[in-house]
């Protein structure tokens, strides 16, 4: 049993020793020439305006917050499909609850206005 996850184990050890190798390559090999301009914050191509430890308003984070959470119910939809033919009716009715489920929170969401952007 326990050689059936000897796979996953092994990809997982291959993927944390390749990224310490390649953070330690880099820092053992690359160059190091700090001036002002490489340490200054990069917006984007545009000169900074203000400090880094301005407020932001939490209407950011809140649309933040619903997308990625939205985003997430979009992710059950998956499997879903994939055995949309073996579920029949019953996944059918299942799949169209969540669906009601997940609107009737997004009409919610809208209706306290948490999407409009002042």
Do not use: H
């Not at 000169?47 to 308003?57: C, D, I, L, M, N």
């Not at 949309?84 to 969540?98: H, N, R």
Request: glycine share 8%.
């Amino acid at each position: 049993m326990l050689g059936a996850y000897l796979p996953i184990l092994l990809l997982v050890i291959v993927a944390v020793l390749f990224g310490l190798v390649s953070i330690v390559l880099s820092s053992l090999i690359g160059q190091k020439k700090p001036s002002p301009v490489k340490l200054a914050p990069y917006e984007s191509g545009c000169v900074p305006v203000g400090t880094a430890r301005e407020r932001f308003s939490i209407k950011f984070y809140l649309i933040a917050m619903l997308f990625i959470l939205f985003d997430i119910e979009a992710v059950f939809l998956y499997p879903w499909a994939i055995l949309y033919k073996k579920l029949g009716v019953f996944g059918l009715v299942e799949m169209g609850t969540f669906i009601v489920i997940l609107f009737v929170g997004y009409i919610y969401v809208w209706k306290k206005g948490a999407l409009e952007w002042e």
